[in-house]
């Protein structure tokens, strides 16, 4: 049996000043979005320009910060929030969602298409393979934060989460750094060094996601403002079988709709 070192969440003091180990992580997702995506725009130069990943970055990274909040009080705390409004604005007690992250995301992208006149799935398929890589990093602070921690179980790797109890847990956080980022990195990179038709690389996102996902909640303790939900699943599992069926479906358009990428800029 293990147990969690239990770090301490503050990674430096500056003053009266701190810098959490989440937060560097968001700046490690970010990094780890850009660096990879410049070895893709280095595979194909005639359609991507670093300018045109920075920019999109920006969007980004907006509508993460935005619809990642927004997601957690709309799909999580809505009651509470709805009683004291004024602490949506509170993003240092915590509370972000990657399903409102993700929608953020979308239509900031959207906005960036719309901007440089270009097909959107254009985008998100180019952009699809680098995400993966980022939700590590974020798994890998909420491991650090021992936060989001499993279920007990009685598995050999069990870890005992002081901060919570003195019951062993499935260390849930790194199962997702291993499926959502890792596995699912490898398989969107592996997907998409092949012509692929517009839209198909975004909805192998989706389907990825939304499995490893769903599969990885049911080792996850349900928050506990929540619980379990009808026939037995989580909020997290709610929320990630719709992708799966998107996914699914916008595969299906896209190689109904047949043609591949063309050399265009975004």
């Known amino acids: 049996m293990l147990v969690h070192p239990q770090f301490d969440p503050i990674a430096v ?32 130069p005639d359609v991507w320009t670093r300018k045109d990943l920075e920019d999109a970055l920006f969007y980004g990274i907006v509508g993460t910060i935005l619809g990642g909040r927004l997601g957690y009080v709309l799909f999580y705390k809505l009651s509470d929030y709805l009683t004291e409004p004024w ?33 959107w799935f254009a985008i998100t398929d180019f952009i699809a393979p680098l995400v993966p890589l980022g939700l590590a990093a974020g798994r890998l602070g909420n491991f650090i934060n021992a936060e989001l921690w499993g279920r007990p179980t009685d598995v050999p790797w069990a870890m005992v989460f002081p901060n919570v109890d003195t019951l ?39 389907i990825g996601y939304g499995c490893f996902r769903f599969i990885v909640e049911f080792t996850r303790e349900p928050d506990s ?24 479906g916008l595969i299906m358009w896209a190689y109904r709709k047949g043609g591949t990428h063309r050399k265009e800029r975004p």
């Not at 592996?190 to 909805?203: H, I, L, Q, T």
Request: aromatic letters at 18%; zero cysteines.
């Open 13 to 44: 003091h500056l003053g009266p000043l701190s810098i959490r180990w989440y937060g560097l992580m968001y700046l490690v997702a970010f990094g780890l979005v850009w660096w990879v995506g410049t070895r893709r725009i280095a595979q194909r």
């Open 87 to 119: 602490k949506i604005f509170y993003v240092w007690e915590g509370g972000m969602s990657f399903h409102g992250g993700m929608l953020g995301v979308i239509f900031a992208l959207w906005l960036f298409a719309r901007s440089r006149r270009q097909e």
């Open 225 to 248: 403002y929540l619980g379990v939900l009808a026939l037995g699943l989580t909020m997290g599992q709610w929320l990630s079988a719709p992708m799966v069926a998107v996914g699914i």
């Open 168 to 206: 062993p847990r499935h260390p849930s956080q790194l199962y997702e750094f291993a499926l959502e980022g890792v596995a699912l990195f490898l398989l969107l990179w592996w997907y998409s060094m092949k012509p692929r038709p517009r839209g198909a690389v975004s909805g192998m996102f989706l």
